[in-house]
């Protein structure tokens, strides 16, 4: 799973879940935009091969095709932004993000999702988000304009 770049404690990932919370939002911002500009250049292998080969767009798509290529780069920023925090982000489209801990001596993951309003689980090393479990003594708390 490679070396940890930063061990966290519950409140240190706590600390970060309003930079992660804009992050994602970004993120999900950008890849609808993302999946409508693939849709109008002809599909995903047609998108690929314009952002990996340098491929032409299909005539008047080169608008859509230069705006792929930014929205592209913006979610690559984005998410080199987070593992920069020393995060690791698992998955873009459920916006999972865990953290290394350490739990009683042993490594552990706190998995925080975007929408949770704070970090209430962990899983092992080794598992993953069907592993996560509930942080004993941690009560999910409700955003504050819900209360």
């Given at each position: 799973?490679?070396?940890?770049?930063?061990?966290?404690?519950l409140?240190?990932?706590?600390?970060?879940?309003?930079?992660?919370?804009?992050?994602?939002?970004r993120?999900?911002?950008?890849?609808?935009?993302?999946?409508?500009?693939?849709?109008?250049?002809?599909?995903?292998?047609?998108?690929?091969?314009?952002?990996?080969?340098?491929?032409?767009?299909?005539?008047?798509?080169?608008?859509?095709?230069?705006?792929?290529?930014?929205?592209?780069?913006?979610?690559?920023?984005?998410?080199?932004?987070?593992?920069?925090?020393?995060?690791?982000?698992?998955?873009?489209?459920?916006?999972?993000?865990?953290?290394?801990?350490?739990?009683?001596?042993?490594?552990?993951?706190l998995?925080?999702?975007?929408?949770?309003?704070?970090?209430?689980?962990?899983?092992?090393?080794?598992?993953?988000?069907?592993?996560?479990?509930?942080?004993?003594?941690?009560?999910?708390?409700?955003?504050?304009?819900?209360?």
């Open positions: 799973m490679g070396e940890p770049t930063r061990i966290f404690t409140d240190e990932a706590n600390e970060l879940v309003p930079t992660l919370e804009l992050e994602f939002g993120v999900a911002r950008l890849r609808d935009e993302l999946r409508s500009l693939v849709e109008a250049l002809g599909g995903a292998d047609a998108s690929v091969d314009i952002l990996q080969n340098g491929a032409e767009p299909p005539a008047g798509l080169e608008v859509e095709s230069r705006r792929l290529k930014v929205v592209a780069d913006e979610i690559a920023a984005a998410v080199a932004r987070v593992t920069e925090l020393g995060c690791l982000v698992k998955d873009l489209d459920l916006g999972l993000v865990d953290f290394y801990a350490m739990e009683g001596g042993q490594p552990i993951l998995c925080w999702q975007f929408g949770e309003p704070q970090v209430t689980h962990w899983h092992g090393v080794e598992e993953g988000f069907s592993g996560r479990r509930p942080i004993e003594g941690v009560e999910p708390q409700r955003p504050e304009f819900l209360n």
